[in-house]
């Protein structure tokens, strides 16, 4: 999202920067990700269909590591605002109740995201006895995916909040309805 800087004051800026700064480490981290599912699946293909001699491993590795991807780009989606939603009905109303629906809608997000955060938490807890038998790792590594990109989730959802809070009398529609140049 693009901040004008000369309707905004400093916190505002304060904010959107440790937002940045949190972006582009989850960016760095799920583009490490993503290359590595992607040569984990050609070395599996090469190793199945060249040499005849298949990896046991491969399927499971990059499964997991997309997993992890998508979790923590989830982030990247909340901090850029791209989510998906319906605004049709809500842009009718005015900007006023745009804002309310909106921090309502935010703070449904937050408590499913707090949910998803600590069970998958406590899921991952439970499954650090169970082995994954092709990777020789526990589940507990997988699972904390969950864990992790919900609470990246949240807290990029929380600065965003905070944004909208600090700019509340801006007069400006929170949603987007069209896309920016």
């Known amino acids: 999202m693009k901040i004008d800087t000369a309707q905004t004051?400093?916190?505002?800026?304060?904010?959107?920067?440790?937002?940045?700064?949190?972006e582009r480490i989850s960016l760095f981290v799920s583009v490490i990700f993503g290359g590595s599912m992607v040569f984990i699946v050609i070395a599996g293909?090469?190793?199945?269909?060249?040499?005849?001699?298949?990896?046991?491993?491969?399927?499971?590795?990059?499964?997991?590591?997309?997993?992890?991807?998508?979790?923590?780009?989830?982030?990247?989606?909340?901090?850029?605002?791209?989510?998906?939603?319906?605004?049709?009905?809500?842009?009718?109303?005015?900007?006023?109740?745009?804002?309310?629906?909106?921090l309502v809608n935010e703070i449904l997000v937050m408590a499913f995201l707090f949910i998803l955060t600590t069970e998958g938490y406590q899921m991952a807890v439970n499954a650090k006895m169970q082995i994954v038998p092709s990777l020789g790792i526990t589940m507990f590594y997988p699972l904390l995916c969950i864990c992790v990109g919900g609470l990246l989730t949240m807290i990029q959802l929380g600065l965003q909040m905070l944004i909208d809070l600090f700019t509340w009398k801006s007069g400006i529609s929170p949603h987007r309805s069209l896309p920016e140049d």
């Open 45 to 102: 293909v090469i190793a199945r269909y060249v040499m005849q001699n298949p990896f046991a491993w491969t399927e499971e590795a990059s499964r997991f590591l997309m997993i992890w991807m998508v979790l923590i780009g989830m982030s990247v989606v909340t901090r850029n605002r791209e989510d998906l939603c319906v605004e049709f009905l809500v842009l009718k109303f005015p900007v006023s109740l745009q804002r309310i629906i909106k």
């Open 9 to 22: 004051g400093k916190p505002v800026l304060v904010i959107d920067a440790l937002a940045s700064w949190i």
